[in-house]
């Protein structure tokens, strides 16, 4: 049997006036979606407990099948898994962003979309305060995303589920004081927060963005910290390999932590302009060598980002034609196949960010019973009454023989 999930991330929305009360995917012309609605089950399923921040680290876990109450440690375990860094049982990753905080507020949680080349020389600038300490290691990433990790020595970090820190992105304009770490081992990182301050406002490449009338990044800002997720394999789990084709480091981190090959595709940007048909073709190919593959696309969640329905539309479309329809068509030629299109969490184009709440998903292929005979949507999921309140109990349905 061969398996094929499909990800528009964030593509599950709300009824929307401008477009006469339907929701983006209920406007979208999205024929091979309707086709596996059709001839296979449609429902919906919630991947995000109410007590978590909604986001495709969150999401994604469940749709793979594991529970994000058992598993989620972080989103920063997942970016080192991306990275390649490994994590020792007892050493924490922690992200660690490059900020703009204009008196006292937090003004851009990406330091003007700070360019790598300088986000990397001010990572440096951190780390070469540290080197004296063996636990602190910064790793420089992309834009302002880099990470920090505490290496454990011989001992214990001071950090524990207790610890908290606030995603940056959550307080935009807002006051830092009332945001800064608590908990378990906050000193720790409030401190390096605070001398990030002092070393930024003397650091060289700074001095040249401020010169420039760009935002410098004055500060690093903590957060997402957490250890090593325990997953069990894919492999071992569900009895198939997989592998997973995205371009988007969270997704990349959570598929090298289930076990699955990360296939890199050309042309594939994690924006609007992605090349689909790039994906698809890949997707197909990589159907001959594995069980199961996974191709996530990001720029439905992109398009709500920007809270524009119509580059929402235009993206599920070509998700459709270019992915779900290639691969429907060639899975249909090898024999015994599954395919599940669902997104991770809807992302709301009203409000531009993630949010809480039940997603539209659909599957057909061998085994799999009728439900519905009605399109891929989340009205018409609704009223198939088939509902997974815990979403990752979904994966284990598509799998089960
Ligand atoms: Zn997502």
Same mark, same amino acid.
Request: proline share 6%; glycine share 10%; aromatic share 8%.
């Given at each position: 049997?061969?398996?094929?999930?499909?990800? @528009?991330?964030?593509?599950?929305?709300? #009824?929307?006036?401008?477009?006469? +009360?339907?929701?983006?995917?209920?406007?979208?012309?999205?024929?091979?979606?309707?086709?596996?609605?059709?001839? /296979?089950?449609?429902?919906?399923?919630?991947?995000?407990?109410?007590?978590?921040?909604? +986001? =495709?680290?969150?999401?994604?876990?469940?749709?793979?099948?594991? %529970?994000?109450?058992?598993?989620?440690?972080?989103?920063?375990?997942?970016?080192?898994?991306?990275?390649?860094?490994?994590?020792?049982?007892?050493?924490? !990753?922690?992200?660690?962003?490059?900020?703009?905080?204009?008196?006292?507020?937090?003004?851009?949680?990406?330091?003007?979309?700070?360019? =790598?080349?300088? /986000?990397?020389?001010?990572?440096?600038?951190?780390?070469?305060?540290?080197?004296? %300490?063996?636990?602190?290691?910064?790793?420089?990433?992309?834009?302002?995303?880099?990470?920090?990790?505490?290496?454990?020595?011989?001992?214990?970090?001071?950090?524990?589920?207790?610890?908290?820190?606030? @995603? #940056?992105?959550?307080?935009?304009?807002?006051?830092?004081?009332?945001?800064?770490?608590?908990?378990?081992?906050?000193?720790?990182?409030?401190?390096?927060?605070?001398?990030?301050?002092?070393? *930024?406002?003397?650091?060289?490449?700074?001095?040249?963005?401020?010169?420039?009338?760009?935002? @410098?990044?004055?500060?690093?800002?903590?957060? +997402?910290?957490?250890?090593?997720? !325990?997953?069990?394999? *894919?492999?071992?789990?569900?009895?198939?390999?997989?592998?997973?084709?995205? !371009?988007?480091?969270?997704?990349?981190?959570?598929?090298?932590?289930?076990?699955?090959?990360?296939?890199?595709?050309? +042309?594939?940007?994690?924006?609007? %302009?992605?090349?689909?048909?790039?994906?698809?073709?890949?997707?197909?190919?990589?159907?001959?060598?594995?069980?199961?593959?996974?191709?996530?696309?990001?720029?439905?969640?992109?398009?709500?980002?920007?809270?524009?329905?119509?580059?929402?539309?235009?993206?599920?479309?070509?998700?459709?034609?270019?992915?779900?329809?290639?691969?429907?068509?060639?899975?249909?030629?090898?024999?015994?196949?599954?395919?599940?299109?669902?997104?991770?969490?809807?992302?709301?184009?009203?409000?531009?960010?993630? =949010?809480?709440?039940?997603? #539209?998903?659909?599957?057909?292929?061998?085994?799999?019973?009728?439900?519905?005979?009605?399109?891929?949507?989340?009205?018409?999921?609704?009223?198939?009454? %088939?509902?997974?309140?815990?979403?990752?109990?979904?994966?284990?349905? *598509?799998?089960?023989?």
């Amino acid at each position: 049997m061969k398996y094929a999930l499909i990800i @528009p991330d964030g593509c599950a929305d709300e #009824p929307q006036p401008a477009l006469d +009360g339907r929701s983006p995917l209920a406007a979208a012309n999205v024929p091979h979606m309707d086709e596996v609605a059709r001839h /296979g089950v449609l429902g919906l399923a919630d991947h995000v407990p109410a007590s978590m921040p909604s +986001g =495709s680290d969150v999401g994604t876990m469940s749709l793979f099948g594991y %529970d994000p109450l058992q598993f989620h440690t972080g989103r920063a375990p997942i970016e080192a898994a991306a990275q390649g860094i490994a994590l020792g049982p007892d050493d924490w !990753a922690i992200r660690c962003n490059l900020v703009n905080v204009s008196d006292g507020r937090m003004a851009s949680f990406t330091a003007g979309q700070i360019p =790598s080349d300088i /986000g990397r020389q001010l990572i440096e600038v951190m780390q070469h305060a540290c080197c004296g %300490d063996e636990h602190w290691k910064f790793y420089a990433g992309v834009s302002y995303r880099n990470l920090l990790l505490y290496r454990t020595r011989d001992g214990r970090a001071p950090f524990s589920s207790d610890t908290y820190t606030v @995603p #940056p992105h959550d307080i935009t304009d807002q006051p830092i004081d009332q945001h800064l770490p608590m908990g378990s081992g906050a000193c720790d990182l409030r401190a390096l927060m605070e001398r990030s301050e002092k070393l *930024f406002a003397e650091a060289e490449p700074n001095r040249a963005r401020t010169a420039r009338a760009e935002l @410098p990044a004055t500060q690093i800002w903590l957060w +997402g910290q957490g250890r090593a997720p !325990a997953l069990e394999p *894919f492999l071992d789990r569900f009895g198939v390999r997989g592998a997973v084709i995205t !371009a988007v480091d969270l997704l990349r981190g959570m598929g090298r932590l289930v076990g699955f090959d990360v296939i890199e595709v050309p +042309g594939a940007t994690g924006y609007t %302009d992605t090349d689909y048909a790039a994906k698809g073709r890949y997707a197909i190919d990589a159907l001959k060598k594995y069980d199961f593959v996974v191709v996530h696309v990001e720029a439905t969640d992109e398009a709500s980002h920007e809270g524009d329905a119509h580059e929402k539309i235009k993206a599920l479309e070509r998700i459709d034609a270019d992915i779900v329809g290639p691969v429907h068509r060639y899975l249909q030629t090898v024999g015994d196949y599954r395919i599940l299109v669902c997104p991770d969490h809807p992302t709301f184009v009203r409000t531009r960010t993630h =949010s809480h709440g039940f997603v #539209p998903f659909t599957m057909c292929g061998t085994g799999l019973k009728h439900n519905a005979g009605a399109d891929y949507s989340e009205a018409a999921a609704a009223a198939t009454g %088939d509902i997974i309140p815990a979403g990752h109990n979904l994966m284990r349905r *598509f799998m089960s023989r």
